[in-house]
């Protein structure tokens, strides 16, 4: 198998690979905002996997290809032989075959791990249990957009902190350098495998108050993610302390930016008055899926095609 570049976390990528994604990006969302037509994907075929629901991912992806001139195929894995019993790596040894790059959203980690172990082309994580990689990216380019750059800023995030966005964002400290903040209570918080490599940039806290105190930054995540349904009275009790409300963002710098990765509930980790108010980022952020994950598209896409001809 030729060997080839997967994003399954943010670490998979240096940091001046990611900024310079964000630059693309943002030519990217330039020239369609223009409505000037990008071709560079033309004849490049996405599969996308979804064992998860999900509307934003799916939209983007397949927005993303279409507008760069490729296609893309959605597998729904109830309505595949996955349904019925096939082995993964089957799957995935088959899968790369048919196209050019494979976007996989699952359970667990090891899951999508598998997948890529016997896929020959680049795969992405379009959200496990353990990671949501392409949102974060896309959190932090927005966060570039209307601040500058993320080194040195000081985000917080509060609620549940070891969700799938949490671990992302724990992930993504250490290596653009941007302080983290953690607000959950106990419980909540990222485990030590996550934590460590960017121990030096982060703070664990149990109080939202301390932790939104001046930040330049503030996020959360959905207190129940897919997959934790049957917790969902429990984490309702435990996380009740923890919502995101106007009198919390004000303790925030006053050019303090929100940021929630949708879908949200509005009552529940946030509050309509922020989510809907002047510094939410949200729906900027969603839309900067599209544009970030192009430039995802064509950077791992091309890296594999120069490394087919070249071997
Ligand atoms: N933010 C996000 O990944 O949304 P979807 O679950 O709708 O894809
Ligand atoms: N933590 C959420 C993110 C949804 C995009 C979940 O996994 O359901």
Same mark, same amino acid.
């Given at each position: 198998m030729t060997k080839k570049r997967d994003l399954l976390t943010l670490r998979d990528l240096t940091v001046h690979?990611?900024?310079a994604l964000f630059?693309?990006?943002a030519v990217l969302k330039h020239a369609r905002h223009e409505r000037r037509p990008v071709n560079t994907m033309v004849g490049r075929t996405l599969v996308m996997i979804f064992e998860k629901a999900s509307t934003?991912?799916? #939209? =983007?992806?397949?927005?993303?290809?279409l507008q760069l001139g490729g296609t893309t195929i959605d597998l729904s894995a109830a309505n595949s032989q996955m349904a019925r019993g096939e082995p993964l790596a089957d799957t995935a040894r088959v899968t790369g075959r048919y196209c050019d790059a494979v976007m996989v959203r699952t359970f667990g980690d090891e899951r999508i791990?598998?997948?890529a172990a016997h896929c020959e082309v680049p795969v992405i994580n379009g959200l496990t249990d353990d990671g949501h990689p392409v949102q974060v990216m896309t959190d932090l380019f927005t966060v570039t957009e209307r601040l500058g750059e993320v080194k040195g800023k000081t985000i917080a995030f509060v609620g549940d902190t070891a969700s799938n966005m949490g671990r992302s964002f724990t992930r993504g400290a250490g290596l653009f350098g941007y302080h983290l903040r953690l607000a959950s209570p106990k419980g909540y918080h990222p485990a030590d495998d996550v934590l460590?490599?960017?121990?030096?940039?982060?703070? #664990? =806290?149990?109080?939202?108050q301390e932790a939104v105190k001046g930040a330049d930054v503030v996020v959360t995540d959905v207190w129940t993610s897919m997959g934790q349904e049957?917790?969902?009275k429990q984490r309702l009790a435990d996380l009740g302390g923890y919502q995101v409300d106007a009198k919390l963002m004000k303790l925030a710098a006053p050019h303090a930016v929100f940021l929630h990765c949708l879908p949200a509930h509005r009552g529940e980790e946030v509050t309509?008055?922020?989510?809907?108010?002047?510094?939410?980022?949200?729906w900027d952020e969603a839309e900067n899926r599209l544009h970030v994950q192009k430039a995802l598209l064509e950077f791992l896409i091309s890296d594999h095609e120069l490394r087919r001809q070249t071997r």
């Open positions: 690979e990611h900024l630059r693309r990006a934003r991912t799916r #939209l =983007s992806f397949q927005a993303a290809m791990r598998e997948f460590t490599p960017s121990k030096d940039f982060v703070a #664990l =806290s149990a109080d939202p049957a917790e969902s309509a008055e922020v989510l809907d108010g002047p510094q939410s980022a949200a």
